[in-house]
């Protein structure tokens, strides 16, 4: 625990709370964020939290209860607060804000207008460029199939060239022999005449079929009287794929209004929130999203929060959002909205007919996955926070939040390597891991090199804790994002090995002043995971419970993670080249000697003017690489040929270094 937390003083803090609109942050004890709020009034929000327990919920009491300190920032309006909690919510993930468990993203077809010679591509993002964007629609493979469709029917390219600066600079690609471009690379066709072809592809995007099918019907019918039946086939089976893409496309209204529909379906522990997308009036998908319910009390206040983490996720907006019900920031979250979108966002909650049925579809909708996926939330939480349980019973350590597990790799004691993998809730946090290259310890020594991991991992959280808690409080705590990861210390460590690798970790905590658990993660004979080394002694574990399986996982990653760092460090030794050695010559300059001289022979019997005018080259650089091969070359002695010398230098300079992997 920091100075800082050691001395906050929640009473005192509250009088000093500002009457401005902002964003309240609430951490506990191991300095996690818990919660995150907003309020247009800081100092009325954050002291009803701490006044009597009147009219809150068992789980803002159990909240509450856990709070060691808070801070705050102010904003200069409550839609800047709406805005930065958002961020802030989905940047920490706290514990008792209602959380969207799925991270999505949807995929675009982008058609880019901002070219001469457009192309239509698949997208996950949309930007705010001069190109056109369909969707988002749910099935990426959909839009594969459509992009496909597109490129049969009118041809477009799909190479990046830069045209028409780059017309006729190289042969025309596979594309144009198979008769699926029509090579404007070369010239063969005008760019009036290629842009007609895009326009009946943005025509087909924008859902008006008829032309598109009347045509291929009549081109089928004329292949089939002239007799080329090949041809008649091929138009067949466009026209079949573009009344199958037709038919995907459902009529909901008569308005071509772009809006989703939103409802929810919720017990006591979970909801699922359904969306349904409707574009230009047509239904293109629905997707379901699960939420863990934490604070929030009643439907309203889930709805509500689904809908700012939501909305804060994703690139498109729509006109209009369609509601279960009412929430109570409706109409402070449609401006937000509108201000996204750059168009007033309207909010409908339906109350009679077509409109309140398309709702109670997606309530219902929701409520079937609810119950069909219940069993199969209860095994996920089970193979990984019951997992990190089970661990926290074995040891005797009760609930576990986050767990750092540590391996080192090397081959003899070569190019040695750390890896550091965390598990948060018994799911890998992959932005934390981190690989550390051993800088103090020469040859195999896995215990010191574990020690300076350790170290270095250690010190450097202790550093960055020490300069989070210098920066003022108030408004300023903000700043706080810019430290990484290393300053959240793990409620346990694990070792990949027995007693000596624990004690190790033991002594480093001890002399930095720390107390934290530490294990080891024991193999067996196989090199399978056995059991964990604790204090001392070996606890066996069920090797059949989910807490077992997920120290398996863990000691397996770590293992993994440290050996592809290794491996990439050979594979860069291994193509090390003499040109390395030579002072001022970079990659771009050992290239461009490779290419004017062909080898290294070349290279050391070239001279300085030869080197010199070298394309990539200049003066300084070639007296660099003249002085480095001929100081090789030692007087002449008595008997030796000068062919002799020159062999030996040859040779020098062919050889690599490579690692030693006995």
């Given at each position: 625990?920091t100075?800082?937390?050691?001395?906050?003083d929640i009473?005192?803090e509250l009088?000093k709370?500002?009457?401005?609109?902002?964003?309240?942050?609430?951490?506990?004890?191991?300095?996690?964020?818990?919660?995150v709020g907003k309020?247009?009034?800081?100092k009325?929000r954050v002291r009803?939290y701490?006044?009597?327990?009147r009219?809150?919920?068992?789980k803002?009491?159990?909240?509450?209860?856990?709070?060691?300190?808070?801070?705050?920032?102010?904003?200069d309006?409550?839609?800047?607060a709406l805005?930065?909690?958002?961020?802030l919510?989905?940047?920490h993930?706290?514990r008792?804000?209602?959380m969207l468990?799925?991270d999505?993203?949807?995929?675009?077809?982008k058609?880019?207008?901002?070219?001469d010679?457009?192309?239509v591509?698949?997208?996950?993002?949309?930007?705010k460029?001069r190109?056109k964007y369909?969707?988002?629609?749910?099935?990426?493979?959909?839009?594969?199939?459509t992009?496909?469709?597109?490129?049969?029917?009118?041809?477009?390219?799909?190479?990046s060239?830069?045209?028409p600066?780059?017309i006729?600079?190289e042969?025309?690609c596979?594309?144009?022999?198979?008769?699926?471009c029509?090579?404007?690379?070369?010239?063969?066709?005008s760019?009036?005449e290629?842009?007609?072809?895009v326009?009946?592809?943005l025509?087909?995007?924008?859902g008006?079929y008829?032309?598109?099918?009347?045509?291929?019907e009549?081109k089928?019918t004329?292949?089939?009287d002239s007799?080329?039946?090949?041809?008649?086939?091929?138009?067949?089976?466009l026209?079949?794929?573009?009344?199958?893409?037709?038919?995907?496309q459902k009529?909901?209204?008569q308005?071509?209004?772009?809006?989703d529909?939103i409802?929810?379906?919720?017990?006591?522990?979970?909801?699922v929130v359904q969306?349904?997308?409707?574009r230009?009036?047509?239904?293109?998908?629905?997707e379901?999203f699960?939420?863990?319910?934490a604070?929030?009390?009643?439907d309203s206040?889930?709805?509500?929060?689904?809908i700012?983490q939501?909305y804060?996720?994703?690139?498109?907006?729509?006109?209009?959002?369609?509601?279960?019900q009412?929430?109570e920031?409706m109409p402070l979250?449609?401006?937000?909205?509108?201000?996204?979108?750059?168009q007033?966002?309207k909010?409908?909650?339906?109350?009679k007919?077509?409109?309140?049925?398309?709702?109670?579809l997606?309530?219902?909708?929701?409520l079937?996955?609810?119950?069909q996926?219940?069993?199969?939330i209860k095994?996920?939480?089970?193979?990984t926070?019951?997992?990190?349980n089970?661990?926290?019973?074995?040891?005797g350590l009760g609930?576990?939040k986050?767990?750092?597990?540590?391996?080192?790799?090397?081959?003899?004691?070569?190019?040695s390597?750390?890896?550091?993998v965390v598990?948060?809730?018994g799911?890998?946090?992959?932005?934390d891991?981190?690989?550390?290259?051993?800088r103090?310890v020469?040859?195999?020594n896995?215990?010191a090199?574990?020690?300076?991991?350790?170290t270095?991992?250690?010190?450097?959280?202790?550093?960055?804790?020490l300069?989070?808690?210098?920066i003022?409080?108030?408004?300023?705590?903000?700043?706080?994002?810019?430290?990484g990861s290393?300053?959240?210390?793990p409620?346990?460590?694990?070792m990949?090995?027995?007693?000596?690798?624990v004690?190790?970790?033991?002594?480093?905590?001890?002399?930095?002043?720390?107390s934290?658990?530490v294990?080891g993660m024991?193999?067996?004979d196989?090199?399978?995971?056995?059991?964990?080394?604790?204090?001392?002694?070996?606890?066996p574990?069920?090797?059949?419970?989910?807490?077992?399986k997920l120290?398996?996982?863990?000691?397996?990653?770590?293992h993994?993670?440290?050996i592809?760092y290794h491996r990439?460090?050979r594979?860069?030794?291994?193509?090390?080249?003499v040109?390395?050695?030579?002072?001022?010559?970079?990659?771009?300059r050992?290239?461009?000697l490779?290419?004017?001289?062909k080898?290294?022979?070349?290279v050391?019997?070239a001279s300085?003017?030869?080197?010199?005018?070298?394309?990539?080259m200049?003066?300084r650089?070639?007296e660099?690489?003249?002085?480095?091969?001929?100081?090789k070359?030692?007087?002449?002695?008595a008997?030796?040929?000068g062919?002799?010398?020159?062999e030996?230098?040859k040779?020098?300079?062919s050889?690599?270094e490579?690692?030693?992997?006995n």
């Open positions: 625990m100075e800082k937390e050691t001395i906050f009473e005192e009088k709370l500002p009457a401005s609109p902002g964003v309240y942050i609430m951490h506990d004890a191991r300095d996690e964020i818990i919660y309020a247009k009034i800081l009325n009803q701490f006044q009597s327990s009219g809150k919920t068992a803002i009491e159990k909240m509450v209860s856990r709070i060691v300190r808070f801070e705050y920032i102010i904003t309006s409550e839609l800047e805005v930065l909690e958002c961020n919510i989905k940047e993930r706290p008792y804000n209602t468990k799925d999505k993203t949807y995929p675009y077809i058609v880019t207008l901002d070219e010679f457009p192309r591509l698949f997208s996950r993002t949309m930007k460029d190109c369909f969707g988002p629609y749910t099935s990426a493979g959909a839009v594969k199939d992009i496909d469709l597109i490129h049969k029917l009118w041809k477009i390219r799909t190479c060239r830069s045209l600066k780059d006729g600079k042969r025309p596979l594309n144009y022999h198979i008769k699926q029509q090579a404007p690379c070369q010239g063969y066709i760019q009036e290629y842009g007609k072809s326009a009946q592809a025509e087909f995007l924008n008006r008829t032309s598109i099918l009347t045509m291929l009549e089928m004329a292949a089939a007799m080329d039946f090949e041809k008649a086939i091929e138009y067949r089976e026209l079949s794929s573009v009344k199958q893409v037709a038919q995907k009529i909901t209204s308005s071509q209004e772009d809006r529909i409802a929810m379906a919720a017990d006591t522990e979970d909801a969306v349904f997308f409707v230009d009036g047509k239904l293109i998908g629905r379901h699960h939420v863990e319910i604070t929030a009390g009643d206040q889930i709805i509500g929060s689904f700012k939501f804060a996720g994703t690139p498109f907006i729509p006109r209009e959002v369609w509601v279960q009412e929430f920031e979250v449609a401006e937000w909205l509108g201000k996204r979108r750059g007033n966002v909010f409908v909650v339906p109350k007919g077509q409109k309140e049925r398309l709702v109670e997606a309530a219902k909708n929701a079937l996955v609810l119950s996926d219940k069993e199969k095994r996920e939480e089970l193979r926070i019951g997992a990190m089970q661990i926290g019973a074995a040891l609930h576990l986050r767990i750092e597990a540590f391996d080192i790799s090397n081959i003899s004691g070569f190019e390597v750390g890896s550091m598990y948060e809730d799911r890998p946090k992959r932005n891991y981190r690989k550390f290259r051993i103090t020469q040859g195999p896995d215990y090199s574990m020690r300076e991991v350790l270095r991992r250690f010190e450097h959280g202790l550093k960055e804790r300069e989070q808690a210098n003022p409080g108030g408004e300023s705590g903000g700043d706080a994002e810019r430290f290393f300053t959240r210390f409620d346990l460590l694990m990949d090995g027995g007693r000596g690798q004690n190790v970790a033991l002594e480093v905590l001890t002399e930095l002043g720390l934290i658990p294990c024991v193999k067996d196989n090199h399978r995971t056995r059991g964990l080394y604790y204090q001392n002694q070996e606890l574990i069920d090797r059949f419970s989910e807490g077992f120290i398996t996982r863990i000691q397996d990653e770590a993994r993670f440290a592809e990439s460090l594979s860069k030794t291994q193509v090390h080249s040109l390395d050695e030579i002072e001022g010559i970079g990659p771009a050992r290239k461009a490779m290419q004017n001289f080898s290294l022979e070349a050391r019997d300085l003017e030869e080197l010199a005018k070298a394309r990539g200049n003066r650089a070639a660099s690489v003249y002085a480095f091969f001929h100081s070359e030692t007087p002449q002695p008997g030796e040929t062919e002799t010398r020159n030996n230098v040779g020098e300079i050889c690599m490579l690692p030693s992997q």
